[in-house]
């Protein structure tokens, strides 16, 4: 009923930018929170960033001042712009987004596939 498709990972050496989207589609009446998670290999998967509908942030203290969350409430579409990346933000970064579906009563939580971001020299 709901997708979320993240885009824009990649290959990126350290002090360099990426641009993260997730574009959530499929019968969604409305979405309140939308996050960003990372998980590294061998680790625990991690918030990065979130982002309620009006606009208010929060971030992890590992990203602050270089990571900024925004959203296109008129496009379903969520942003992470990474900015002096480091090696250690190599990770599989997943979108996450509280949704309501049409018809429905009930908020869920949906997750992206996933976008690879590997920070290397």
């Known amino acids: 009923q709901v997708q979320l498709v993240e885009s824009g990972g990649g290959l990126v050496q350290p002090g360099g930018s990426l641009r993260l989207s997730c574009a959530a589609s499929?019968?969604?009446?409305?979405?309140?929170?939308m996050g960003w998670y990372r998980q590294a290999p061998g680790k625990q998967r991690e918030l990065v960033a979130r982002i309620s509908r009006d606009g208010t942030t929060d971030y992890a203290d590992f990203v602050k001042g270089r990571f900024t969350i925004s959203r296109d409430n008129a496009k379903n579409t969520g942003y992470l712009q990474m900015n002096s990346l480091k090696p250690e933000d190599t990770a599989d970064y997943y979108c996450n987004a509280r949704c309501l579906v049409r018809g429905s009563f009930s908020w869920d939580n949906y997750w992206g596939q996933g976008t690879q971001v590997t920070v290397s020299s």
């Open positions: 499929g019968s969604i009446a409305s979405i309140s929170n």
